[in-house]
């Protein structure tokens, strides 16, 4: 059985969870609902949070963009769908992957592209390109680039 907090117990965890990383809404609610504390008192907990600058959803979006893209390598389809996922507006996703450089987008592709080329079997180039397609979708990036990119590597 779950045990309820205080309001303002559950304010203090809240708070140092937001400062120790950046967190969307929606992972706070869900972290006040394992807390057990009740509706209204995630309400207003998570209105103090916006309030004071602990959740700021645009700046969650930013980070969240910047990290899949640099770290992991993501696309921006994959990006995109994992923040919808989390309860980010729309609006926001779309200003968030304009953080990302067109220069350095089509050069990551193109890095991932050729690492995958050197390290697929086939039987024929054109196996080959659909595996190295398949991975790349995967990963997020969008169709035409990505035929675009494998079919400068491969020519």
Known sequence: MQQKITKDKALSKAMGYC???E???VEVQERLKKWGVEKEGITEIIKHLIENKFIDDQRYAIAFV???FRIKKWGRIK???ELRAKGIERETVLNSL????DHAYLQSLKKLAEEKI???KGKSDYIVQNKVANYLQRKG????LIWKTIKNLMS
């Open 19 to 21: 400062a120790y990383q």
């Open 23 to 25: 967190r969307c809404t």
């Open 66 to 68: 910047s990290g899949k």
């Open 79 to 81: 990006i995109s769908v």
């Open 98 to 101: 304009k953080e990302i450089p």
């Open 118 to 120: 050197r390290t697929t």
């Open 141 to 144: 990036y969008e169709s035409d």
